[in-house]
Each structure stands twice: as structure tokens, then as C-alpha cells.
């Protein structure tokens, strides 16, 4: 980030210490830009980048009166910015070996699974999944799931239409792989960390 020049009197920082709305803004129109830039040049996306940005004001905002002087703005602002674009750079890293560990080690009824978690452990957290499911939901995703019962057998066994028993499913069947994937994705962030 190129250094900016102060840009507001004593008067108007003592504004901001305080809380005005009309200092903040004098200092968010003059680091703005600035900032932005720089947050464009490690994400290359807009809105990645503005995100950063709004991170940053607020850090500003709630630590204002950690601010000495007008002077320690941009020192301030810069290594916060610095400080956020390196946390989000470590989140994408951490989620880019989550995504190409999943697309390469985990599939649905893949075997392969056991490397990682072992059998009594991913069985656990799928028998915790389907029992957060609603009532309804969870007995059908056990008879076709665990009972191997097709759409027309669970039908005559609740009393519903295939096509409810279908929705059901589907529906179920989203939550439990969502619930397993973010528990999965935790345990291998804990793993990969530690």
C-alpha cells in the first residue's frame, strides 16, 4: 500500500476517537482506495477484495481508541490489512486441501474413506447425522438406507405417495451428507493442524 499523507486535522481525529460518523467517513474515503488496491492484488476478485475492506473498517471502528494520532492511521490500517489478506490466504489454502482431499479420498459408499477415518468413527458420525433428521425424514432414510426397502415398499409401509417418500429422501439424504461433510471437514482441519 503506497503511503497516504495525513489527510485529517487534530480536530476532526479527536471526532473519530469519539465515534463521528463524518471523521470515519473523511478517514474511509482517504484509505479506501488505498486498501482496496491492495486487497485486489492477492485476491483478484472484487468482491473478495471490498470484503477485506469492510473487515478492515470495522477493526478501525472498534479499536479507535487504540489510535494515538492521526499519523498512526495508516500504520494502523496497513497492518491490518496485511494481518486479514494472510488470514484469508491460510482459509483458502486450508479449504483447497479440504476440497482436493474430498474430490480425491471421499466419495459417497467409498471404501477408501477408512485411510482416513476409521470405520466406528464415520459410522458414528452418519448414525448422529440421520438422527438429527425430522421424524418423518429419518424413519424413511433408514428403510431405503440402512433397511435397503425401495420408494413403493417405504410407500405402503408409512402411507404416503412414492413421490413424498422420493422428496423425503432427497431431502434427508442433502442434510445427512452436508452434517457428514462438515464434521468431516472439521475433523480433518484438527487433523491436518494438530
Not at 30 to 40: D, F, L, P, V
Request: overall charge positive.
Amino acid at each position: 500500500m503506497a503511503q497516504i499523507l495525513n489527510t485529517i486535522s487534530d480536530v476532526e481525529f479527536a471526532d473519530f476517537k469519539i465515534g463521528d460518523h463524518k471523521a470515519f467517513r473523511k478517514v474511509f474515503d482517504a484509505y479506501h482506495k488505498s486498501i482496496y488496491n491492495y486487497a485486489y492484488k492477492f485476491s483478484k476478485n472484487h468482491d473478495e477484495a471490498e470484503e477485506l475492506v469492510q473487515e478492515v473498517f470495522v477493526s478501525l471502528f472498534i479499536n479507535r481508541d487504540k489510535i494515538e494520532n492521526p499519523e498512526s492511521l495508516y500504520p494502523y490500517l496497513f497492518i491490518i490489512t496485511k494481518r486479514i489478506t494472510i488470514s484469508i490466504f491460510r482459509k483458502k489454502v486450508v479449504k483447497s486441501k479440504f476440497d482436493h482431499h474430498l474430490k480425491y479420498s471421499w466419495k459417497e459408499a467409498c471404501e477408501s474413506t477408512e485411510h482416513t477415518l476409521d470405520t466406528t468413527e464415520l459410522t458414528s458420525i452418519w448414525t448422529s447425522a440421520i438422527e438429527r433428521l425430522p421424524e418423518k425424514q429419518r424413519e424413511v432414510y433408514a428403510l431405503n438406507k440402512i433397511n435397503g426397502l425401495s420408494y413403493e415398499e417405504i410407500a405402503n409401509k408409512v402411507g404416503v405417495s412414492k413421490y413424498t417418500v422420493k422428496n423425503q429422501l432427497i431431502m434427508a439424504s442433502k442434510t445427512v451428507r452436508l452434517i457428514v461433510k462438515s464434521i468431516y471437514f472439521l475433523l480433518f482441519l484438527l487433523k491436518t493442524l494438530f
